[in-house]
Nanobody
Framework: QVQLVESGGGLVQAGGSLRLSCAVS????????MGWFRQAPGKEREFVAA????????LFAEFVKGRFTISRDNAKNTVYLQMNRLEPEDTAVYCC????????????????WGQGTQVTVSS
């Protein structure tokens, strides 16, 4: 059974930082590209960042603007999203997703999803 479990969300003041984690089980993690997506209330789900299976390339949404980084530890089957200089507009449920092959910004390309972790940024 494939499981993706996010953690690390919470309440933070604007300008603060959070690091999200996503632990994956039930798949060969080292051959999967991993993505982070987010969905704010009343809005469509949107792409945040993705990383290749080896961790040697990454994609970022324009709004990240150098504030977020994505990394992975294949020995721990875990992908991370480091979020710095958070803004109230970053408030959303953040989900990780897995796909075999190349990293992608398209949510429909991903086969497995976690339940998400809430990030709330206060002004």
């Amino acid at each position: 059974q494939v499981q993706l479990v996010e953690s690390g969300g919470g309440l933070v003041q604007a300008g603060g930082s959070l690091r999200l984690s996503c632990a994956v089980s039930g798949r060969r993690f080292s051959t999967d590209a991993m993505g982070w997506f987010r969905q704010a209330p009343g809005k469509e789900r949107e792409f945040v960042a993705a990383i290749s299976s080896r961790g040697d390339s990454a994609l970022f949404a324009e709004f990240v603007k150098g504030r977020f980084t994505i990394s992975r530890d294949n020995a721990k089957n875990t992908v991370y999203l480091q979020m710095n200089r958070l803004e109230p507009e970053d408030t959303a449920v953040y989900c990780c997703a897995a796909k075999y092959g190349m990293a992608s910004s398209g949510s429909s390309d991903y086969d497995f999803w976690g339940q998400g972790t809430q990030v709330t940024v206060s002004s």
